[in-house]
Structure formats: C-alpha cells, structure tokens
C-alpha cells in the first residue's frame, strides 16, 4: 500500500510540477506529461515498471473516443465515409507498404517488414485529439480530416491484428546498431486470458465478432435509456458516475473478449447515444476521468522510454524516428493534397499525424508474443514509437508557426462560399442563430459561416444555410462577400478570435458596420479598440430584463421599471466609452486605480440617477438616505 501511495503521489505531483510549466511555455499539456514520464521514470529512476499501469491508463483513450462518438450523429459520420475510407484507407495502405520497403531494404524479412509497416501506419489517438481540442481545431477542415484517418486506424486495428499470426511463418530477425544480424531471443508463451473466440472456427470467429458489435447497438438504442432513466431516479448523483464508467468498462470487456479495439467499441457506443436525452450527463460524468487517465498514459509512456538501449546507439535510434516521421509526413502531404485540402488544412494534417500512436505498444508486444517480431527488435520498436510520440508537439509547434506565416502571407485554404451577400454572420451558436433568424425573417439575405460542421448541418436541417470553415481566414471572408458587404456580425465563442477577425476586417473595409459579440467588460474594450461598431455583451440585455422583472415583483410600476431598465443600459453604454479611454491591457482592472475610481463615481452617479427618477415619477420617498 506504500508503495501504491508513494507511486500516486510521485505521478501527480510530476504531473503538477511540469503540465503547467509546459503549459506557460506553449508546448501543450501532453508534452508537459511526457516530459513529467521521463523525470521520474529513466532520469531519476522514482518508479520502476510501469506495463501494468499502462493498461489502466489505456482506459482513458478508450474514454476520449467514447465522447467522441458522443458528440457524433450517425448521419454526420456517413457524412464522413469519403474520408474514412479513402483519405484514411490510403494512408494506411500507402505508410504500411513505404515503411515495409524500408524495413526490407534494411534487411529484414519480408513477413517481418511487414509487420513493421503495419504497426507505423498507426499514430497516437490520444495525443493528438487532446492536443487538436486544447488548440480548438477539432471543428476545421484540417482537424476532421485528421480525424477521419484517425477513426480509420482504429478501426484498422482489428484486421491488422488478425493480420499478425499469418506473418510468423517468418523469423523475425534483427539488425543490431552496428549492422550486424543476430537471431531473435527465444519467445516466450504468449498468455491468454479469456476470450469468446478462442478456438472457434473463421466462420465462428466472424459471427461472435459481428454479435458483440450488434449487441452495443442494440443495447445503447433499446436498454441504455431505460436504465438511466431507473438510476437518475435515485437522485444520487455517484450513481449516474458510476453507470457512465460502467459503460465504457463494459464496452472494453466485451471488445476485449472478442478480440476486437476496445477504443473502437467505446466509439461505435457513443454515436449509438449521440442523440440520447442523457448525453451531456455522461459527458460531464465520464470528463474527469478521461483527463486523469490520458495524463496517466502519457506519464507511462515517458516512464517507459528505455534510454539505455537509446544511450547505446543515440543517431541509429534519432534517424529511424526522423526516417519513419519523414515517410509519413510525405505520404499525409500528398494525400491531403490529393483529397483537396490546402494551405494550413494540409500542414495540419502531414504533422499531426506523423508520429507513431499508442497502439503501437499493443501490436509490438502482440508481435513479439506471436514470434513475427524478435525480442530485442520489439525493444527498439518500441522506443521509436516512444520517440515519435514525444516529438508531436513539437510538430504541433511547428504547424502553429506555418500557421501564422501563412496567415501573415495571404495565403488561401480550400474553403469556397458559393456567394456573398450584405451581411455576413459570423458564428451560429445560441447567440448568432437568433440574430440571424431575426434579420432573416425581415426580408434581408445573410451569409453565415461557422467552424463547427456538426451546427452547420444543424442549421440545414431547419433550412437555414451555412457553411462550414474557419471564419478567421482572410480567404474565407472575401470569398463571403466582405469586400461588398455592409454588415459584419462577430458572435464567436472564441474571444482572442472575434478580436482578430473585427481587427482584419477593419482592415480591409473601413466603411462597414460590425456588431459584435462581447463576453466581459475587457472584452468589449479590446473589440472596440480593434474597430467595432457596436458591442453587445453576451448576458446584458438578458440581465437588465431579469432585472426589471425583480424590481416590478417588489412593487413598482411596469412603466417605471422599464424607464429604471433604460436609464440603465443608457448610463452602462456611455460609462463604457469613459472606462474605454482608461483601460489598460497590460493593467488587471482591479490594479488600474483610475479606472476603478472612475468606475465607483459613475455607479455612484447611476444610483443617484435613478432613485432621483423614482421619486419624481412617483412623488414617493423610496426611503433611502
């Protein structure tokens, strides 16, 4: 017990130490995790083995994709089918086979060049898709593109597992360092734990295989509701918890027994619940401990990095990593080009996927058990799938950098709007979908552009036309119809974003109307400093209704509860351009005592206004000295 409590504290208090460092400097939260790995596993040498720990913390890819699905509706993964099967079919097809002829010219055999192929054209799932949604890129072309190839891989595991015991007719033989060929060490017995499968004929194989995934579909359509509905009833919320996890759990279990992806299973239940009533509850209940548990995985993996076989031959071990990074990185290229991506789309999907994933520990260990891998290749495998994966965020880096060159050059992404029009709406959340019903209901033609697919299609499905794209692209914007517009409404999400957009389209038209949306008070002054129009803060107007609906429950008058409502938001609108003119960016608004002091004299001049009004209006003392 010791030693499991020593263990947890050393692994969070790493993970504390060097995530927020990591964070800080911009490298992201998985390098950060990494880097806590190596610490306090080949550094220090404060943990020692860390297999079984893995296992555990393998749970939390299979929860990351289990979310995933969740946030997908079956039509809008049908919608995806073009990708998966040929952006994402290609590039496993075409890595496998580049990598195998790289291994066969190295020397190897050709069963066990093959297996090399198969286990490099996998990357890491839960690097990337963590750090694609820490960078918010999950919702652009380039982002779902990558992960269609991802789902792909995934679901590639499964015949590349079945793939692996036909290729130990072949020795797997190893070149040393040095470039000597030695034998593999003997093979120990692989040791099976239960399985659904296990001596069935192909035949049986088959039909348990397409059983067990039936029985997630029917289960999460028919069963999952009901259930839910019975343990919600209890009102105790650690049950809800514990019925979430036991669906992932139960998921894996099964997927396991039947030999098929774990991660896969979780994704196909998921979609099966996308449209479920009680998604956002398991998504609130399952996000905690798919985060722990993805941090744990990536602590195993720099924990596990063995730098002793690495520290014997540094450059043999650095340029196979660079070699296999380079194979891939052409092939992603060429591909996103083949499949119309351009510009950043295309970056981002060549260097978010040119690593090797976490599925590749599973098939190097698999083929080691199955005799197609020799022990001591399986060591160097290993180690440059470790490699691979601590050099991803350093390709996330670089594509940030592309990024903003691009940007900064001009240059254009593959996105195309059929027309402009005089309005342009920018993001169709909560807040830009009425604006843009309402300006549409009035006669007036809108274009409306969103990054995120999925309420774009919403959107359609209701009549209303979008399209999807990254709004902030200068390509984008033109092609919408900024250059003749004359409205531009910002109602992004996204705060440093709307500032950006307002600031470029201030730019490129200075004669054009921009109402945008705020989320706070700095916010509001940085839009206005970047050239809006008109500002609007999100919960405002809101707020001031909820207002008046109080002061008119404690006995004042409609009338004079919306002439308390106006002279409000007639004050907030000018103490905001007196406070604009003191912000400081640079100053915490609590730290800038001019803009404080001004602040109390306005509110000060506000109530005295108003309590002034009530009792001309009314002829009434409010009794307030």
């Not at 306090?40 to 939390?60: K, S």
């Not at 509706?73 to 998966?84: H, I, S, V, Y």
């Not at 470790?386 to 001009?410: E, N, Q, W, Y």
Request: proline share 3%.
């Amino acid at each position: 017990m010791d030693t499991i409590l020593l263990q947890s504290a050393l692994y969070l208090g790493a993970s504390l130490i060097a995530v927020p460092i990591a964070m800080r400097l911009g490298l992201g939260s998985v390098l950060g995790y990494l880097m806590a790995g190596i610490c306090i596993g080949p550094v220090f040498g404060l943990v020692g083995e860390v297999t079984d720990l893995q296992h555990v913390a393998e749970f939390g890819v299979v929860m990351m994709l289990f979310l995933i699905g969740l946030e997908l509706e079956p039509r809008a993964l049908w919608d995806m089918r073009q990708r998966l099967i040929g952006l994402g079919g290609l590039q496993v097809v075409l890595t496998t086979l580049a990598v195998a002829a790289g291994a066969l010219a190295l020397g190897y055999p050709l069963p066990t060049s093959f297996a090399i192929g198969l286990i490099f054209a996998l990357s890491s799932t839960a690097i990337v898709l963590q750090t694609l949604n820490e960078k918010n890129l999950m919702g652009t072309n380039g982002g779902r593109s990558t992960f269609s190839i991802l789902l792909t891989q995934d679901i590639a595991v499964i015949p590349i597992l079945a793939l692996l015991p036909l290729l130990a007719i072949g020795s797997g033989m190893v070149i040393n360092p040095d470039g000597s060929i030695s034998r593999p060490v003997d093979i120990e017995e692989a040791h099976h734990g239960m399985s659904l499968v296990d001596g069935l004929p192909a035949w049986g194989v088959t039909a348990v295989t397409i059983g067990a995934v039936l029985a997630i579909i029917l289960v999460g359509r028919f069963a999952t509701g009901p259930a839910y509905h019975a343990i919600a009833s209890t009102r105790l919320r650690e049950l809800n918890t514990a019925f979430a996890l036991f669906i992932v759990i139960a998921i894996a279990v099964l997927m396991t027994l039947v030999g098929l992806s774990p991660a896969l299973g979780a994704f196909v239940a998921g979609v099966v619940l996308a449209n479920s009533e009680f998604r956002h509850e398991l998504e609130s209940d399952i996000e905690p401990f798919k985060g722990l548990l993805l941090g744990l995985f990536f602590l195993t993996v720099g924990a596990g990095i063995d730098f002793a076989v690495f520290l014997g031959a540094p450059a043999y071990f650095v340029s196979l990593t660079i070699a296999v990074i380079a194979i891939k990185g052409a092939i992603l290229y060429g591909l996103a080009s083949l499949f119309g991506l351009r510009g950043t789309h295309r970056w981002l999907v060549t260097l978010s996927l040119a690593q090797a994933g976490e599925f590749g520990f599973v098939l190097v260990s698999f083929g080691v058990a199955q005799g197609v891998l020799g022990g001591l290749l399986g060591q160097q495998l290993l180690l440059i799938v470790a490699l691979s994966m601590l050099v991803t965020p350093l390709l996330f880096i670089l594509h940030d950098t592309l990024t903003r060159r691009l940007d900064a050059g001009g240059a254009q992404d593959e996105d195309t709007v059929e027309a402009g029009g005089p309005i342009i709406v920018v993001g169709i959340g909560r807040f830009g979908q009425v604006v843009n019903r309402m300006v549409e209901t009035a006669g007036f033609k809108t274009v409306v552009l969103d990054n995120n697919l999925a309420t774009v299609q919403l959107m359609r499905t209701f009549g209303f036309k979008g399209y999807y794209g990254d709004p902030t692209r200068p390509d984008l914007l033109h092609a919408a119809g900024i250059d003749g517009a004359r409205v531009l409404v910002v109602a992004l999400d996204d705060a440093a974003a709307s500032v950006k957009l307002v600031a470029y389209a201030r730019r490129v038209r200075p004669d054009i109307q921009i109402i945008a949306r705020a989320r706070d008070r700095a916010h509001v002054y940085e839009l206005v400093q970047a050239g809006a129009d008109e500002v609007v803060r999100e919960m405002f107007d809101s707020s001031l209704r909820a207002g008046r609906y109080v002061i008119e429950q404690l006995g004042v008058s409609e009338f004079d509860a919306f002439e308390i409502e106006e002279r409000f938001f007639r004050h907030d609108r000018h103490a905001l351009k007196e406070l604009a003119a003191l912000w400081d960016p640079k100053v915490p608004i609590k730290d800038n005592a001019a803009y404080v002091a001004r602040a109390k004299e306005l509110n000060s001049d506000l109530e005295t206004e108003i309590l002034a009004a009530l009792q001309k209006d009314t002829g009434t003392d409010t009794g307030t000295d």
